[in-house]
Nanobody, 125 residues
Framework: VQLQASGGGLVQAGGSLRLSCAAS????????MGWFRQAPGLEREIVAA????????YYAYSVKGRFTISKDNAKNTVHLQMDSLTPEDTAVYYC???????????????????WGQGTQVTVSS
């Protein structure tokens, strides 16, 4: 499967962005999906993830209550709605897909098989 992330950009603190990740190929409903991010000088970290069905989301503590992940199996797309953005959210955001990701592994980057190219999110203060 190929993943194409989009929707990044420059926004002021307190603003919102909506990231999208479009998947090509078959079997999208069999993939758990995740959003990860990497800021300069830091390791890649989980932001949010969702189970294959789209029914069970996971959020990093730092984004809980501000970000919402949604998976649309009919459109082969996963979205990340980001509200109340802060400068600490500045990073390159990556979407990822995995067929063997169980619920306890949603936050583990090593559990994902496919990665998109990343989209830059910059939040100014």
């Amino acid at each position: 499967v190929q993943l194409q992330a989009s929707g990044g950009g420059l926004v002021q603190a307190g603003g919102s962005l909506r990231l999208s990740c479009a998947a090509s190929g078959r079997g999208f409903r069999n993939y758990a999906m995740g959003w990860f991010r990497q800021a300069p000088g830091l390791e890649r970290e989980i932001v949010a993830a969702v189970s294959r069905s789209g029914s069970y989301p996971y959020y990093a503590y730092s984004v809980k209550g501000r970000f919402t992940i949604s998976k649309d199996n009919a459109k082969n797309t996963v979205h990340l709605q980001m509200d109340s953005l802060t400068p600490e959210d500045t990073a390159v955001y990556y979407c990822a897909a995995g067929t063997k990701v169980i619920s306890s592994q949603l936050s583990a980057s090593s559990a994902y098989d496919y990665w998109g190219q990343g989209t830059q999110v910059t939040v100014s203060s």
